[in-house]
């Protein structure tokens, strides 16, 4: 198929550590179509950046079929460097290079691209141009990175955590460069943990778990799949919750989740099932010290296919 | 649009001013080797004849004995009590005693060099005023021109430590640096050629070195008056082919290490016996015979040893041929071996 950036089969990545083989990636299939926004959603662990470090050429396969913009691996490296732009979820740049030094060095390696000017305009980097690398802050330095994946003026742009550890105004200004790269038709791949960046950016999301894809789906799709829009999170002095079989019998209840600091449940109506869980309470004598009401979000549906939260470290699958 | 810059070109540029934005780098690179040889050319210039610390101990004679002696140059004569002679010699303040009487008596220490030497010049100007003739005549010639002298000796070394060093630090520290950073991988995932990457690095070091040379040569022969005999297309071919050399071993060292720590233990593991051995402060033809193979076969040790032989002697530049092949095949064999292991990732 000729509309797929991306299309990959069966991929499987195994490291040897001390203690065996340990799959990081375990029969992942994806397929990213042209000019949209794909995300890879899932906790640290999952293997997203190996899933990406595979796709970009950076890391081999130990099996599985890859596909990028129709070329593979090992076969027309240098066409494919060519056409796709890369940020990694870490780089520390030369610290004594400028903004547009560094731009241009990159800018030198490919055959076509863009001007470095007008990429430190797109990111937002233009009264820096002359700054050193090692005197921005963190989300300049991200935009630069980013600005580094664009100066070769790519058809596909790998985004690793893009805004990991960033304050939120950093990441809105990030947010506004990513929506602007499908606005110029360019295809993007980007891994994140946190929910809101792929509900917000996504045109798909892919929920990556121990190296699978879990889930696949526009992520109004995705919170369908829960039966519910609605999160109502409660909780009671002392802890001493009401047992579960009584909230899931509330009206409009769909699922009921203990979590750590109260009951969340996923409802249709949170106007039905609130007055009765109050009534509930009074008679089981328990004093409410919290109650809030949300759309349900992409992590409801992680959470309700794995039981764990998105920032919960991933376990080593057994 | 169309690419117009080039790459290789771009990459040197970016190795330019990294090292020349770092302090620390340039003083490592140019200043510290200057103040070495100021310092070691300070402490080791040719100094006045030593003098001969003489006491003689109290006896009527004691005054007609000092009087032969001082009449002698570098002679420092002073009579006392035999107590205190025997103070100043156990404390060093003088070489040697000279008992009169009769018979003279010489009270030294042979196992301290000057005392020694004491020995016999107190002896020969004694033996020669109670009128000793020589059956041979003498005559001396002294020579203390420069080429002869410990500067001379030192600064050709001094420049073959410096390019080893800096190609090693310069190469091996800056790949492993990148490595770390993960810009190496940054790279790689660029279509940047892989060689121009290397040659960036080959060609920073080659651009680099003629400064070096310049502060290390200059120095000698503005301060120290050191005599270049040779010709100075013959000392830069020789600096470029050893600059060469090592930065393959550095390409070499940084190929696989993936931590600082490994780096810099591996490259004192290269260089250390090559400080040690190579002829750098004193001539490597010191060390005893069986370990001569060993001595000759590093790098530095040719490297030196054509540095000085055109320095110093005004060599002719086929006859360092040999050295040079050394040099050559030293840098060829690690950059064949780095490029087949190098890390990329």
Same mark, same amino acid.
């Given at each position: 198929?000729?509309?797929?950036?991306?299309?990959?089969?069966?991929?499987?990545?195994?490291?040897?550590?001390?203690?065996?083989?340990?799959?990081?990636?375990?029969?992942? *299939?994806?397929?990213?179509?042209?000019?949209?926004?794909?995300?890879?959603?899932?906790?640290?662990?999952?293997?997203?950046?190996?899933?990406?470090?595979?796709?970009?050429?950076?890391?081999?396969?130990?099996?599985?079929?890859?596909?990028?913009?129709?070329?593979?691996?090992?076969?027309?490296?240098?066409?494919?460097?060519?056409?796709?732009?890369?940020?990694?979820?870490?780089?520390?740049?030369?610290?004594?290079?400028?903004?547009?030094?560094?731009?241009?060095?990159?800018?030198?390696?490919?055959?076509?691209?863009? *001007?470095?000017?007008?990429?430190?305009?797109?990111?937002?980097?233009?009264?820096?141009?002359?700054?050193?690398?090692?005197?921005?802050?963190?989300?300049?330095?991200?935009?630069?990175?980013?600005?580094?994946?664009?100066?070769?003026?790519?058809?596909?742009?790998?985004?690793?955590?893009?805004?990991?550890?960033? *304050?939120?105004?950093?990441?809105?200004?990030?947010?506004?460069?990513?929506? *602007?790269?499908?606005?110029?038709?360019?295809?993007?791949?980007?891994?994140?943990?946190?929910?809101?960046?792929?509900?917000?950016?996504?045109?798909?999301?892919?929920?990556?778990?121990?190296?699978?894809?879990?889930?696949?789906?526009?992520?109004?799709?995705?919170?369908?799949?829960?039966?519910?829009?609605?999160?109502?999170?409660?909780?009671?002095?002392?802890?001493?919750?009401?047992?579960?079989?009584?909230?899931?019998?509330?009206?409009?209840?769909?699922?009921?989740?203990?979590?750590?600091?109260?009951?969340?449940?996923?409802?249709?109506?949170?106007?039905?099932?609130?007055?009765?869980?109050?009534?509930?309470?009074?008679?089981?004598?328990?004093?409410?010290?919290?109650?809030?009401?949300?759309?349900?979000?992409?992590?409801?549906?992680?959470?309700?296919?794995?039981?764990?939260?998105?920032?919960?470290?991933?376990?080593?699958?057994? | 649009?169309?690419?117009?810059?080039? $790459?290789?070109?771009?990459?040197?540029?970016?190795?330019?001013?990294?090292?020349?934005?770092?302090?620390?780098?340039?003083?490592?690179?140019?200043?510290?080797?200057?103040?070495?040889?100021?310092?070691?050319?300070?402490?080791? !210039?040719?100094?006045?004849?030593?003098?001969?610390?003489?006491?003689?101990?109290?006896?009527?004679?004691?005054?007609?004995?000092?009087?032969?002696?001082?009449?002698?140059?570098?002679?420092?004569?002073?009579?006392?009590?035999?107590?205190?002679?025997?103070?100043?010699?156990?404390?060093?303040?003088?070489?040697?005693?000279?008992?009169?009487?009769?018979?003279?008596?010489?009270?030294?220490?042979?196992? !301290?060099?000057?005392?020694?030497?004491?020995?016999?010049?107190?002896?020969?100007?004694?033996?020669?005023?109670?009128?000793?003739?020589?059956?041979?005549?003498?005559? /001396?010639?002294?020579?203390? /021109?420069?080429?002869?002298?410990?500067?001379?000796?030192?600064?050709?070394?001094?420049?073959?430590?410096?390019?080893?060093?800096?190609?090693?630090?310069?190469?091996?520290?800056?790949?492993?640096?990148?490595?770390?950073?993960?810009?190496?991988?940054?790279?790689?995932?660029?279509?940047?050629?892989?060689?121009?990457?290397?040659?960036?690095?080959?060609?920073?070091?080659?651009?680099?070195?003629? $400064?070096?040379?310049?502060?290390?040569?200059?120095?000698?022969?503005?301060?120290?008056?050191?005599?270049?005999?040779?010709?100075?297309?013959?000392?830069?071919?020789?600096?470029?082919?050893?600059?060469?050399?090592? #930065?393959?071993?550095?390409?070499?060292? #940084?190929?696989?290490?993936?931590?600082?720590?490994?780096?810099?233990?591996?490259?004192?593991?290269?260089?250390?016996?090559?400080?040690?051995?190579?002829?750098?402060?004193?001539?490597?033809?010191?060390?005893?015979?069986?370990?001569? $193979?060993?001595?000759?076969?590093?790098?530095?040790?040719?490297?030196?040893?054509?540095?000085?032989?055109?320095?110093? /002697?005004?060599? $002719?530049?086929?006859?360092?041929?040999?050295?040079?092949?050394?040099?050559?095949?030293?840098?060829?064999?690690?950059?064949?071996?780095?490029?087949?292991?190098?890390?990329?990732?």
């Amino acid at each position: 198929m000729c509309d797929l950036a991306i299309r990959c089969h069966g991929l499987r990545k195994q490291y040897r550590t001390r203690n065996g083989t340990v799959d990081a990636v375990n029969g992942l *299939d994806l397929e990213v179509r042209q000019g949209e926004c794909f995300g890879l959603l899932g906790p640290n662990g999952a293997g997203k950046t190996t899933t990406v470090e595979i796709l970009e050429g950076l890391l081999r396969a130990t099996s599985g079929e890859v596909e990028v913009l129709g070329m593979r691996w090992g076969e027309n490296d240098d066409e494919l460097r060519q056409r796709i732009g890369i940020s990694l979820q870490e780089t520390r740049f030369p610290e004594k290079l400028s903004v547009c030094e560094i731009l241009t060095l990159f800018r030198s390696f490919y055959r076509e691209g863009k *001007d470095p000017t007008a990429v430190m305009e797109s990111v937002g980097l233009t009264e820096k141009a002359r700054a050193w690398a090692g005197k921005l802050s963190g989300g300049q330095t991200q935009r630069l990175a980013v600005a580094c994946a664009l100066v070769g003026n790519p058809d596909l742009v790998f985004l690793d955590e893009p805004t990991t550890g960033l *304050d939120p105004q950093s990441r809105r200004q990030l947010w506004g460069i990513i929506r *602007d790269l499908g606005s110029q038709g360019k295809t993007t791949l980007l891994t994140t943990h946190y929910m809101d960046e792929a509900e917000r950016l996504c045109d798909r999301v892919a929920v990556v778990d121990h190296g699978r894809v879990i889930a696949l789906g526009s992520p109004i799709e995705l919170i369908a799949t829960l039966g519910a829009h609605h999160v109502v999170e409660f909780a009671v002095e002392d802890g001493r919750h009401p047992a579960p079989e009584r909230l899931s019998v509330l009206p409009a209840v769909c699922e009921v989740r203990n979590e750590a600091k109260g009951v969340a449940l996923t409802v249709n109506e949170p106007h039905l099932t609130i007055p009765a869980l109050l009534q509930l309470l009074e008679m089981e004598n328990l004093t409410l010290v919290r109650l809030t009401t949300r759309q349900a979000s992409l992590e409801d549906v992680f959470v309700h296919l794995t039981g764990r939260h998105l920032d919960e470290e991933q376990t080593a699958p057994a | 649009m169309r690419n117009r810059l080039h $790459p290789l070109r771009e990459l040197l540029l970016a190795r330019f001013r990294e090292s020349f934005r770092e302090p620390e780098v340039v003083f490592w690179t140019y200043g510290f080797p200057l103040l070495l040889a100021v310092g070691l050319g300070i402490a080791f !210039r040719n100094r006045p004849m030593e003098q001969i610390y003489v006491d003689v101990e109290q006896h009527t004679s004691a005054a007609a004995v000092a009087e032969h002696l001082r009449g002698s140059p570098g002679f420092t004569v002073e009579v006392h009590l035999r107590q205190a002679c025997r103070e100043r010699l156990r404390l060093g303040k003088s070489s040697i005693t000279v008992v009169p009487g009769e018979h003279y008596t010489f009270v030294y220490d042979p196992t !301290r060099p000057e005392s020694a030497l004491a020995r016999q010049r107190v002896d020969d100007v004694l033996q020669r005023a109670a009128g000793r003739r020589d059956p041979i005549p003498i005559r /001396e010639q002294q020579v203390q /021109e420069p080429g002869a002298r410990y500067i001379d000796f030192l600064v050709p070394g001094l420049i073959g430590m410096n390019l080893m060093g800096s190609g090693m630090w310069g190469v091996g520290f800056v790949i492993v640096d990148m490595r770390v950073r993960k810009l190496l991988k940054r790279f790689v995932a660029t279509p940047m050629k892989r060689s121009d990457f290397l040659w960036s690095m080959v060609g920073g070091r080659m651009l680099f070195m003629f $400064p070096e040379l310049g502060i290390i040569l200059g120095a000698g022969v503005l301060l120290f008056g050191v005599a270049v005999r040779g010709s100075i297309a013959g000392i830069f071919l020789i600096s470029v082919t050893g600059a060469l050399c090592f #930065a393959g071993l550095g390409l070499l060292v #940084a190929c696989r290490a993936q931590h600082i720590e490994t780096v810099s233990g591996l490259m004192n593991l290269v260089m250390l016996p090559m400080w040690l051995l190579s002829g750098v402060f004193f001539s490597s033809d010191r060390f005893p015979a069986y370990l001569q $193979p060993l001595v000759q076969a590093l790098p530095l040790t040719q490297l030196n040893n054509a540095l000085r032989a055109v320095i110093l /002697e005004g060599a $002719p530049l086929p006859a360092q041929a040999g050295k040079l092949a050394i040099l050559v095949a030293w840098g060829g064999i690690s950059f064949a071996i780095a490029l087949r292991c190098f890390r990329w990732n």
